[in-house]
């Protein structure tokens, strides 16, 4: 087996940790994903359906994805392996640095594009008279444009990681989070004054139990899975660098709830502002490259609002990104027991190029279809609807069947120094051995046949 012959790098304190897996968690499927499945999928009805796969299955999973990480204290890969050795299970490990691959191949572009209004934001080049869809078909369709963006937003990723995990990524999620959490509140709190915030109120959290369905339920764990990161070894990864004494149930406790509640205020952020202006919210990139520039132009303040926005979605989607990619640089750096530059520079150099086409899917490429999908967005599709769900799957019967009772709960406790109630610990066993499976697979099936 090979072995980094120096020692294991490693977050400095819990805080650390915890901010880091907050950072990988909050992302562009808080901001512009979360709201408009919300206020589409039945408002508050969607919310309780999103709570409880989050509380009953999402987080049962990340718990087994941290008893992985840390008990192996290794990569997404070493990690089965050392648990396991010999056996197949290192193919699961192999399939969360792929998906990592492959959804930060497309998450560089859109990262891209956030760095692209930023600074159009500065630049103050959006006015109420501007054509929004002009604006960002030109920019998408631009190769120059989109790929400058794309590979400096990936630079910049690179460039964190390239810092190690206390001071690249710990220091730099501090800050990051810190931002993110003082911006948001105040973008919040200024939204709720305009006059027709409460319509946007309304969309996000006004109850409609009629449009509950098992779609619905569906995409509630969908998005859970994406929004806190589970099912691609980015939570194990940081797991792995986490200290045996930190408790292990307080930290995914907070990283969930913090994830919900920034979802939420990101809803309450845009949802008024965009009703203010008398629009609808649209899907994705059109509601946070398209309404959202406008609905800005027309506001008191517009300008710098539109800075600020730019700005946290930015450092929500560069956050995310470096735990995809240091899941990544763990991998190369720890398997071909390499210097950690080396590792980023050839992770830059295998992303660059899938994150390339994924560029020019909106340009050259936009006639090059993969399953009738373009490279983006089949690389969206795959990973975000099938890859996450199937390593969720693994993970949750590689901790619940091939970890035995006694290592499982030691992890959880930390050897004992955390007392946690035994009807609790029995509780998450069986949804990790026999609910979440059971649940995951079922998605999984209806994901493959589309219904
Ligand atoms: N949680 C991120 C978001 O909500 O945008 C997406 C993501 C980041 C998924 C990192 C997986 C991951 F490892």
């Known amino acids: 087996m090979k072995t980094s012959a120096k020692a294991r790098d490693s977050f400095k304190s819990n805080l650390g940790v915890i901010l880091a897996l907050i950072g990988s968690a909050i992302g562009l499927g808080n901001l512009w994903r979360f709201p408009y499945l ?20 999402c987080m049962p999973i990340m718990v087994c994805e941290f008893v992985i990480g840390r008990r192996s204290q290794a990569n997404a890969f070493r990690a089965f392996e050392k648990l396991r050795p010999n056996s197949a299970w ?56 989109n790929i400058f963006y794309t590979v400096l937003f990936l630079a910049v990723s690179a460039a964190v990681i390239l810092g190690g995990v206390r001071k690249g990524i710990e220091r730099t999620n501090k800050y990051l989070m ?11 709190v200024y939204s709720m004054t305009l006059p027709g915030a409460k319509a946007g109120l309304n969309f996000l959290f006004k109850p409609d139990f009629s449009k509950v369905t098992f779609r619905v339920a569906l995409n509630a764990l969908g998005q859970g899975f994406l929004s806190l990161s589970i099912g691609c070894g980015a ?16 930290t995914t406790t907070v990283t969930t709830i913090s994830d919900t509640l920034f979802a939420l205020l990101a809803g309450m952020a ?46 929500a989607a560069l956050s995310s990104a470096i735990s995809l990619l240091e899941t990544i640089v763990a991998f190369l750096k720890e398997e071909s027991n390499t210097e950690r530059h080396r590792a980023v520079l050839l992770s830059f150099a295998v992303i660059v190029v899938f994150a390339v086409l994924c560029a020019l899917s909106f340009g050259v490429l936009s006639g090059f279809k993969i399953f009738g999908l373009t490279f ?11 890859c996450l769900a199937i390593g969720a799957l693994l993970i ?7 970890i035995s009772k006694e290592d499982f709960y030691d992890e959880i406790t930390s050897g004992g120094k955390y007392k946690i109630p035994k009807w609790l610990l029995g509780t998450l066993r069986v949804f990790v051995r026999y609910i979440a499976p059971l649940v995951v697979a079922i998605i999984i099936i209806n994901s493959l046949i589309g219904v």
């Open 90 to 145: 290192k193919h699961t490990g192999l399939l969360a640095v792929i998906t990592c691959v492959i959804l930060l191949s497309f998450y560089v572009v859109v990262g891209g594009w956030t760095i692209d209004y930023f600074v159009k934001s500065l630049r103050m080049v959006f006015t109420p008279q501007t054509d929004y869809e002009g604006v960002f078909n030109s920019m998408v369709s631009s190769s120059a444009e």
């Open 270 to 315: 845009i949802l008024p502002a965009v009703f203010s202006a008398g629009m609808n919210p649209g899907e994705g990139a059109g509601l946070a490259f398209i309404s959202l520039p406008y609905v800005f132009a027309g506001m008191p303040f517009g300008k710098l609002l539109s800075i600020l926005f730019y700005f946290i979605l930015f450092a």
């Open 396 to 402: 949750s019967v590689f901790a619940g069947w091939k």
């Open 235 to 250: 939570i194990m990864t940081y797991a792995s660098y986490a200290s045996k004494k930190d408790n292990l149930l307080k």
């Open 38 to 57: 919300v206020g589409t999928n039945g408002g508050a009805a969607f919310i309780v359906i999103y709570l409880l796969c989050i509380v009953f299955l």
């Open 178 to 188: 810190s931002a993110l959490a003082i911006l948001i509140v105040f973008i919040v």
């Open 376 to 386: 983006f967005d089949f690389f969206d599709y795959i990973s975000s609807n099938i």
